[in-house]
DNA sequence: TCAGTTATGTTACAACATAACAAAAAAGGA
DNA sequence: TCCTTTTTTGTTATGTTGTAACATAACTGA
């Protein structure tokens, strides 16, 4: 029943995502959708050149890393993957369904198994960093973060 | 006069370069030198192979991109340089001359000139970051941050 | 000197990303 | 509907970043 209750999950995302394009008013294509489904079926971050393989093993059609790019560009631009620039790899929000506004998602990398976890840091945190780093003069555009470390599991398989 | 400062800053960089691995016992032999004395006199972030470019203007011989990356990597270990993973760049330690032991560095990355700030953060605000992320059991390796945005330059020129 | 170690060079290739242009599909109005 | 325009996707070629494998050179310490 595992299998059923992710494949619902990923629909109901699925379709949230669909609702957030058309309020947004650009194009969910079949492509990009079926590419996120099957970024979302991943638990690991993924490679444009490893979803172009995952994507033709899940829908039976091979697909251009070129057009993945693209692809990725755009769901990347609403939000719905994201784009960690230290590992080269996606990931899809673990907010899609969520009703609040998309927070500036803060990821933890582990350097061993590249699981990545998306969580949630304390605002006052964020600001008390973000306003230390603006009163140099610096303007910062973004405050996602991606931090590198260990999972607790390879954490605790490498003590032993 | 200005070329000559420098120059003469440089050099007394090097003086604590070559100190600082006498103490730790490792060879910063001619090559590595070289290396880093070009990476300093460099304002921007560069890649291996922009340094292996620069190498060789700067010394008159070329160098492999292979050997580039390995004193990168050596130089990267006693802390004189520090790679931007989410770039793909070097950047020259801004304190090897500190006689205070090296703090986790902290870089603001300007997108648009791509300049890049060494700078400090407050440690109780990095402490606080830091017990929020391990108390969802990850371990974090380090915690040097690569913060993202438009240095007051560039920021200036975009708003004109 | 000579063996053992460390550093550097050489070649080949893997992995990641984009430029330039062509074809197909969708949107929108006459 | 038909035609035009825009957006999306495909194709080909190439640029960029990084490493594996193995050879040679330089240094170190008996
Ligand atoms: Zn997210
Ligand atoms: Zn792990
Ligand atoms: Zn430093
Ligand atoms: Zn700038």
Same mark, same amino acid.
């Given at each position: 029943m595992a299998r059923a209750s992710r494949r619902a999950t990923v629909d109901s995302i699925l379709a949230s995502a669909e609702r957030a394009c058309a309020t947004a008013g650009v194009r969910l294509t079949a492509k990009r959708r079926a590419l996120l489904a099957t970024l979302?079926?991943?638990?690991q971050a993924m490679s444009a050149y490893e979803l172009a393989e995952q994507y033709r093993q899940d829908?039976?059609? !091979? %697909?251009?890393?070129? !057009?993945?790019?693209r692809m990725l560009d755009f769901l990347a631009e609403q939000n719905l993957v994201h784009k960690l620039g230290a590992i080269n790899?996606? %990931?899809?929000?673990?907010h %899609?369904?969520?009703s609040h506004r998309h927070?500036?998602?803060?990821f933890l990398i582990c350097d061993d198994c590249h699981s990545v976890s998306e969580v949630e840091v304390e605002a006052e945190t964020l600001d008390t960093l973000g306003q230390g780093?603006?009163?140099t003069?610096?303007?910062l555009r973004s405050r996602q973060l991606e931090l590198h470390g260990l999972c607790d599991h390879c954490y605790k398989r490498a003590a032993s």
């Amino acid at each position: 029943m595992a299998r059923a209750s992710r494949r619902a999950t990923v629909d109901s995302i699925l379709a949230s995502a669909e609702r957030a394009c058309a309020t947004a008013g650009v194009r969910l294509t079949a492509k990009r959708r079926a590419l996120l489904a099957t970024l979302l079926q991943q638990s690991q971050a993924m490679s444009a050149y490893e979803l172009a393989e995952q994507y033709r093993q899940d829908h039976g059609e !091979s %697909i251009p890393t070129m !057009s993945v790019y693209r692809m990725l560009d755009f769901l990347a631009e609403q939000n719905l993957v994201h784009k960690l620039g230290a590992i080269n790899k996606y %990931i899809a929000c673990a907010h %899609i369904s969520c009703s609040h506004r998309h927070e500036t998602p803060q990821f933890l990398i582990c350097d061993d198994c590249h699981s990545v976890s998306e969580v949630e840091v304390e605002a006052e945190t964020l600001d008390t960093l973000g306003q230390g780093v603006e009163a140099t003069g610096f303007h910062l555009r973004s405050r996602q973060l991606e931090l590198h470390g260990l999972c607790d599991h390879c954490y605790k398989r490498a003590a032993s």
